[in-house]
């Protein structure tokens, strides 16, 4: 699942990247710092917006 994410964020950054052009200035995460912030009862939802749909990949905490 971390891998389709992975595809997900680097097709959005790709394309405000071509929208933004030169313009575009990125701050760059500390992806561990990021990590931290999630816990077993975190759900993380992201988006991809396709032509003719919009695909919602959810990652949802285990419950007990």
């Known amino acids: 699942m971390d891998s389709a994410l992975d595809t997900i964020d680097s097709l959005k950054l790709a394309e405000l990247q071509n929208y933004f052009g030169n313009d575009c200035v990125f701050e760059v995460f500390d ?14 939802f992201s988006s ?9 990949v959810a990652s949802l905490p285990n419950f007990k």
């Open 48 to 56: 991809i917006i396709f032509e003719d749909r919009t695909a919602i």
């Open 31 to 44: 992806k561990e710092r990021i990590d931290n912030l999630e816990s077993e009862d975190t759900a993380v």
